[in-house]
């Protein structure tokens, strides 16, 4: 197991849309116990394979508040989405930046797990959250994007400030 490098936005290799997973082989696990360490260490309650620059369709996540409950999603489509609800995000590569989003409040998401089986999960709440910025990822899309062109000025700025009292 190894902490991965998490990709700081405004990373331009965030924006590479990732390609589905042809077969979940040990490659692709080890990538995902790798990527579960890193989520849990950082701590995040989710993690992208984009976000470790690695451009393949794989999500972790663990929305639970014990921390044990952990979501392997490998080629995730969303098959159903149901009602509207305002969420207040943030994201690993985007640290110390926490904004409300509007997404999806339930949905039906079809994927392979760890094993390669596929498996249908029914989301809401956090989780459903969760995945639809997840998903975002393998797409090359960050969530401070869907503000509007102003707010992304000023998260921008906000990080760089943030970049330079750490250096
Ligand atoms: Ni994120």
Redesign the pocket.
Known sequence: MALLKILQYPDERLHTVAAKVPEVTDKIRTLVHNMAETMYAAPGV?L?AT?VDVHQCVIVIDASDTHDLLHVLINPEITAAIGESDCEEG????PGIFEKIRRAEQITVEALNFNGDPFILEAKGLLAVCIQ??MD?LIGK??VEYLSQLKQTRVLRKLKKQQRSVM
């Open positions: 989710g992208a976000q994201c690993l590569s985007v910025h997840e990822h960050i969530f």
